[in-house]
């Protein structure tokens, strides 16, 4: 009876719904929706692959960790109040400043390498123009002496024309007789004068830039104001060494090339994230060395190092900046007869721009005549 009640009370309803023009049913939440976790559902969304580096794991971390305090909290039945929030703070809000370190960290040393591209691409560009203006230089100073010589040349022979329609007028056998000497003494005199005074011109010229460094706005300024005929002197830029710090280590636990890499890398990136190397070379017996674009930038690299980095790790290595040893260059085949300033001498003649522009040499000759050498009539000869 109670069943048949039922059924006919749905169907009144159902009618009743009809006639009120509102068929379809609005639908509800259900509870499984209303109650559902979206902490966690944002968590199950996050994708590693979408961050940087690591960065997506520490992210991921952080909103578990979140998501443990907030079932927790609402367990418990917990009301917000100064209590949670504190709470709140220290367990999980504290979380974040690291990350937003990281990921500054990142962003600089992103901003440092587009720095050291730009400097680099700036760098090459300006050398090639300053070679290319050295090479033009050169070649116009060598064109101006074959132009003075050509022109001696043609006043030579204007006034050796009027001397062989005379000859000519007088005896064709006189003409072949005294033709080479009247070249002899008119031409050739002028055109050896003229190659050594072109000859001692390019090598002042030479001696000149030697001694003056200027930029390439400066050269390119001076040959714009110049007048024909002239030319701006210019020096190619002399290259500034690299400094190098080589890392040894003491104890045989650290003599690994790769885990010394990565342990003073992240060390130099943790205390000095915009310092700038060239490279991160090995050395024997596990070292390491560190290469930077001068000593300036290699001294200031270890004093960070050594200053702020762990002392228990940095007690573990020897940091040094080795010192430049000028190069040496061995001649063989001495003769015995030569002293040092004759080989002196003789190397600067051929060669102007081993000496300054006060004619003093850039560089020593010691001479080794070794004990087995007493039969030879050489020896060696050793210049640094």
């Known amino acids: ?40 559902r944002l968590i199950d969304r996050i994708d590693s692959d979408d961050f940087a580096d690591d960065l997506g794991t520490d992210i991921w971390k952080w909103f578990t960790e979140l998501e443990t305090f907030s079932s927790a909290a609402v367990k418990a039945g917990l009301a917000y109040g100064k209590t949670l929030r504190n709470r709140l703070v220290k367990e999980n809000l504290e979380g974040l400043i690291p990350i937003f370190t990281k990921f500054t960290s990142k ?21 090639l123009l300053r070679a290319k203006v050295w090479t033009l230089e050169k070649e116009n100073a060598t064109l101006r002496a074959k132009l003075d010589l050509s022109s001696d040349v043609a006043a030579s022979l204007k006034d050796l024309l009027p001397k062989i329609d005379d ?53 390119a300024l001076q040959a ?62 596990g070292g390491i060395k560190l290469i930077a674009a001068s000593i300036d930038e290699i001294q200031a690299i270890r004093d960070v190092l050594l200053e702020k980095g762990d002392k228990e790790v940095s007690d ?41 522009g006060n004619n003093k040499p850039h560089f020593q000759v010691v001479l080794v005549f070794r004990p087995e050498m007493a039969d030879s009539t050489t020896g060696s000869s050793r210049l640094t």
């Open 107 to 127: 962003i600089k040393e992103r901003d440092a390498n587009i720095f050291d591209l730009q400097t680099a691409l700036a760098g090459s560009d300006d050398a």
């Open 316 to 356: 573990k290595y020897e940091l040094a900046i080795p010192n430049r040893k000028s190069p040496q260059i061995i001649l063989y085949n001495v003769d015995k007869e030569v002293d040092q300033d004759t080989m002196k001498n003789g190397l600067l003649a051929k060669n102007i721009l081993l000496a300054d």
């Open 1 to 40: 009876m109670s069943y048949t009640l039922t059924g006919r009370l749905v169907a009144v309803g159902w009618v009743l719904t009809n006639q009120s023009g509102e068929g379809d049913e609005t639908p509800t939440e259900s509870p499984l929706d209303k109650y559902a976790n979206e902490l966690q």
């Open 224 to 285: 714009k104001n110049l007048p024909p005929g002239n030319s701006a002197t210019f020096r190619p830029p002399s290259s500034k060494p690299e400094g190098v710090l080589l890392i040894k280590p003491k104890d045989d636990s650290v003599r690994n090339h790769d885990s010394n890499r990565k342990i003073f890398a992240e060390m130099l990136q943790k205390n000095d994230p915009g310092a700038r190397l060239r490279g991160i070379g090995k050395i024997h017996g």
């Open 167 to 219: 000859l000519k007028s007088n005896n064709t056998v006189v003409i072949r007789e005294e033709l080479p000497t009247i070249i002899k003494q008119i031409a050739c005199e002028d055109l050896g004068n003229t190659v050594k005074s072109a000859n001692s011109e390019l090598v002042e010229q030479v001696k000149q830039n030697c001694n003056e460094v200027r930029s390439f706005a400066q050269v």
